[in-house]
T-cell receptor, first 112, second 113 residues
Framework: GDSVTQMEGPVTLSEEAFLTINCTYT??????LFWYVQYPGEGLQLLLK?????DKGSNKGFEATYRKETTSFHLEKGSVQVSDSAVYFC???????????FGKGTRLSVIA | SQTIHQWPATLVQPVGSPLSLECTVE??????LYWYRQAAGRGLQLLFY??????ISSEVPQNLSASRPQDRQFILSSKKLLLSDSGFYLC????????????FGPGTRLLVL
């Protein structure tokens, strides 16, 4: 079945450091790919998405590019802030009316 | 615009007591609706999803049940709570112009003592 694998956390970075959170997927068909962010005590928020190969999703300084050849959707940000501390989930969607498949989440802590 | 509400925000219940969590969506019609649970420090576990009124798919057999009495209302219930039911419960919707993308509610934190 479909699956998402993302790097294990926690990830601890200093403010202004470069961030990469790896995400790879296995899917039948042609999935859409997502990154969600969960701040402490809150629900998940859609951060960015991409629906076809080579699409780049971007939001709030975060970027991820849909790489079909490597089945990857790595999340990057050039300069993290303390306010980026959260749990990040990678997810995919294939057919309509079927649930998203989520990775296990990666906790990011940014220290000043 | 669409909004999703969950209540209560926080709940403390004794073991063996019943449970009812409610989720409602505004601003869209015939959404797909989802219930997830997140145990402390863990990932998301899909519990139930619904593609229409009265249509419920269960992903994990357990102490919980779900119902969809109205198009934009999704209820999570239990007759007798267990300690292991503690967690953060998230409702999500999908549909309309944003089909394929799920949007989450603020969550309900449940502590069973």
């Amino acid at each position: 079945g479909d699956s998402v694998t993302q790097m294990e956390g926690p990830v601890t970075l200093s403010e202004e450091a470069f961030l990469t959170i790896n995400c790879t997927y296995t899917a039948t068909g042609y999935p859409s790919l997502f990154w969600y962010v969960q701040y402490p005590g809150e629900g998940l928020q859609l951060l960015l998405k991409a629906t076809k190969a080579d699409d780049k999703g971007s939001n709030k300084g975060f970027e991820a590019t849909y790489r079909k050849e490597t089945t990857s959707f790595h999340l990057e940000k050039g300069s993290v802030q303390v306010s980026d501390s959260a749990v990040y989930f990678c997810a995919l969607s294939t057919l309509g009316n079927t649930p998203l498949v989520f990775g296990k989440g990666t906790r990011l802590s940014v220290i000043a | 615009s669409q909004t999703i509400h969950q209540w209560p925000a926080t709940l403390v219940q004794p073991v063996g007591s019943p449970l009812s969590l409610e989720c409602t969506v505004e601003g869209t019609s015939n959404p797909n609706l989802y219930w997830y649970r997140q145990a402390a420090g863990r990932g998301l576990q899909l519990l139930f999803y619904s593609v229409g009124i009265g249509q419920i798919s269960s992903e994990v057999p357990q102490n919980l049940s779900a119902s969809r009495p109205q198009d934009r209302q999704f209820i999570l219930s239990s007759k007798k709570l267990l300690l292991s039911d503690s967690g953060f419960y998230l409702c999500a919707w999908e549909g309309g112009r944003t089909a394929g993308t799920q949007y989450f509610g603020p969550g309900t934190r449940l502590l069973v003592l």
